[in-house]
């Protein structure tokens, strides 16, 4: 096959998902014998939603989930104050989503996991990665069980504790975000509305938060626990936290559906890359849940990563085109790392630097701007939304094809609309597979060079 994809997370299945509509021989096997429980990461950022827009989910992730609620303080058994979550973001036609999408990330991945079983993907259930070895031409991974399978290249999205990242001796430097101890679940709970997210602080700085999950009939329960404390995740330990910290009785709790508990912390893998082998997601980068940035930074790894190995399977570019996907991501993935850090520790606040709409690749050997005195937008941003000749751009970039805005060409695997949106500015704009002006200049000369990187 061409790629493994290690891990059945929102990581691995967007990857699936974008190599499938590539024609790669793709597969994601998954150590779990079914897709995960629970609602870790909830948030979908705009820039999220429109990459799921461009994958074919967009309409699906939308009807799963729902906006979110403001958030209700409580005090001794009653409401304190009604507080809004997130700086408001008025969209725009070139940024249509502006707000943040609650949506359970187990809903996410059954959303990804049908878009993939619709493109012909599939999933290995129950295959456990123990080992792998490379060479030249490949990649032999080793499982469990005592098989193995060769592939082309792999992509490690098997999380935090990555076997394949081990395997490969890849460090991984971090810091603890959080000394205290911290519970998250999905429960059940009676004599709660569901308007608000319901928080209930003490004055130690521990509190339990419970916040209806849209699109579902259960709440997450977030609990921040007193240092030193041990957590306890089973139902009655649940009960209990509920009990002491709400005015809800313990039984109130009517079933846990998940529950875990962790430490906040932050975490850069040294290295995105290892000859065939490729990090990405939690496996690569690990955040504090705070501003909802991990699932969607892990995301964006696999639709930068997607359209590259594509383009060096099925479009004959070199090898060397994967080595921009550390060059890219991995700065990226820093500055989110500070970013939910920061939010975190309440020095940032949820709004527009938390949507990443303002991320870009600019420093990137893949943006070459050709404009002496570009203004507007510039090689390596995201590519606005907007319309040309009746066309709206983002039903243009839809898809795993290059497109060209203000000069036709006949070049393959390029879409070309004749006019630019005045919010772009003046010159010629290349957008890449994934959304971001990868060349712009004055005319279209020098297109076909640029555009002579990414293939045969």
Same mark, same amino acid.
């Given at each position: 096959?061409?790629?493994?994809?290690?891990?059945?997370?929102?990581?691995? #299945?967007?990857?699936?998902?974008?190599?499938?509509?590539?024609?790669?021989?793709?597969?994601?096997?998954?150590?779990?014998?079914?897709?995960?429980?629970?609602?870790?990461?909830?948030?979908?950022q705009?820039?999220?939603?429109?990459?799921?827009?461009? #994958?074919?989910?967009?309409?699906?992730?939308?009807?799963?989930?729902?906006?979110?609620?403001?958030?209700?303080?409580?005090?001794?058994?009653?409401?304190?104050d009604?507080?809004?979550?997130?700086?408001p973001?008025?969209?725009?036609?070139?940024?249509?989503?502006?707000?943040?999408?609650?949506?359970?990330?187990?809903?996410?991945?059954?959303?990804?996991?049908?878009?993939?079983?619709?493109?012909?993907?599939?999933?290995?259930?129950?295959?456990?990665?123990?080992?792998?070895?490379?060479?030249?031409?490949?990649?032999?991974?080793?499982?469990? =069980?005592?098989?193995?399978?060769?592939?082309?290249?792999?992509?490690?999205?098997?999380?935090?504790? *990555?076997?394949?990242? @081990?395997?490969?001796?890849?460090?991984?430097?971090?810091?603890?975000?959080?000394?205290?101890?911290?519970?998250?679940?999905?429960?059940?709970?009676q004599?709660?509305?569901?308007?608000?997210?319901?928080?209930?602080?003490?004055?130690?700085?521990s509190?339990?938060?419970?916040?209806?999950?849209?699109?579902t009939?259960?709440?997450?329960?977030?609990? @921040?626990?007193?240092?030193?404390?041990?957590?306890?995740? *089973?139902?009655?330990?649940?009960?209990?936290?509920?009990?002491?910290?709400?005015? #809800?009785?313990?039984?109130?709790v009517?079933g846990?559906?998940?529950?875990?508990?962790?430490?906040?912390?932050?975490?850069?893998?040294?290295?995105? @890359?290892?000859?065939?082998? #490729?990090?990405?997601?939690?496996?690569?980068?690990?955040?504090s849940?705070?501003?909802?940035?991990?699932?969607?930074?892990?995301v964006?790894?696999a639709?930068?990563?997607?359209?590259?190995?594509?383009?060096?399977?099925?479009?004959?570019?070199?090898?060397?085109?994967?080595?921009?996907?550390?060059?890219?991501?991995?700065?990226?993935?820093?500055?989110?790392?500070?970013?939910?850090?920061g939010?975190?520790?309440?020095?940032?606040?949820?709004?527009?630097?938390?949507?990443?709409?303002?991320?870009?690749?600019?420093?990137?050997?893949? *943006?070459?701007?050709?404009?002496?005195?570009?203004?507007?937008?510039?090689?390596g941003?995201?590519?606005?939304?907007?319309?040309?000749?009746?066309?709206?751009?983002f =039903?243009?970039?839809?898809?795993?094809?290059?497109?060209?805005?203000?000069?036709?060409?006949?070049l393959?695997?390029?879409?070309?609309?004749?006019?630019?949106?005045?919010?772009?500015?003046?010159?010629?704009?290349?957008?890449?597979?994934?959304?971001?002006?990868?060349?712009?200049?004055?005319s279209?000369?020098?297109?076909?060079?640029?555009?002579?990187?990414?293939?045969?």
């Open positions: 096959m061409d790629v493994l994809i290690v891990g059945a997370g929102p990581t691995g #299945l967007a990857l699936g998902i974008d190599l499938a509509r590539r024609g790669v021989d793709a597969r994601v096997v998954e150590r779990s014998e079914a897709l995960f429980p629970g609602s870790r990461g909830k948030g979908i705009p820039r999220t939603q429109e990459v799921f827009d461009d #994958l074919g989910v967009g309409e699906a992730i939308r009807a799963a989930g729902g906006p979110y609620p403001s958030q209700m303080v409580w005090k001794d058994g009653e409401r304190a009604e507080q809004v979550l997130f700086e973001v008025a969209p725009d036609e070139g940024a249509p989503y502006a707000e943040p999408l609650m949506v359970a990330q187990w809903r996410t991945q059954e959303v990804l996991y049908e878009r993939l079983a619709e493109l012909g993907g599939e999933v290995a259930f129950g295959r456990e990665v123990t080992g792998l070895a490379q060479d030249a031409d490949g990649v032999t991974v080793r499982f469990a =069980d005592g098989t193995s399978a060769r592939a082309r290249y792999v992509v490690a999205a098997d999380g935090g504790r *990555s076997v394949v990242r @081990r395997a490969l001796g890849v460090g991984m430097a971090g810091e603890t975000v959080d000394p205290a101890p911290f519970v998250v679940a999905d429960v059940w709970v004599g709660l509305d569901r308007d608000y997210w319901h928080t209930f602080p003490k004055d130690d700085g509190a339990v938060a419970l916040c209806p999950l849209a699109g009939d259960v709440f997450q329960m977030q609990v @921040r626990l007193p240092e030193g404390t041990e957590p306890d995740v *089973s139902l009655d330990g649940i009960r209990a936290l509920v009990a002491a910290y709400t005015h #809800l009785a313990a039984e109130d009517t846990v559906r998940w529950a875990s508990d962790f430490r906040p912390r932050t975490a850069l893998a040294d290295r995105f @890359r290892v000859g065939r082998v #490729l990090l990405a997601g939690d496996a690569a980068h690990l955040h849940p705070a501003g909802g940035q991990g699932l969607n930074t892990s964006q790894d639709y930068n990563l997607g359209w590259k190995l594509g383009a060096v399977l099925r479009a004959g570019a070199p090898d060397s085109v994967l080595d921009t996907y550390e060059e890219e991501r991995r700065a990226n993935a820093a500055a989110m790392l500070d970013l939910s850090t939010v975190h520790h309440g020095e940032v606040t949820r709004g527009r630097k938390t949507t990443q709409l303002g991320l870009g690749y600019r420093e990137s050997s893949l *943006s070459v701007e050709m404009r002496d005195n570009p203004s507007g937008v510039r090689a941003d995201r590519a606005p939304d907007g319309t040309v000749d009746g066309v709206r751009l =039903d243009a970039f839809r898809g795993p094809h290059w497109t060209l805005l203000g000069a036709e060409t006949s393959p695997g390029v879409r070309a609309l004749p006019a630019v949106p005045e919010s772009y500015g003046p010159g010629v704009f290349l957008i890449r597979p994934d959304g971001y002006v990868g060349w712009a200049g004055e279209a000369e020098g297109l076909r060079e640029y555009l002579g990187r990414f293939s045969g």
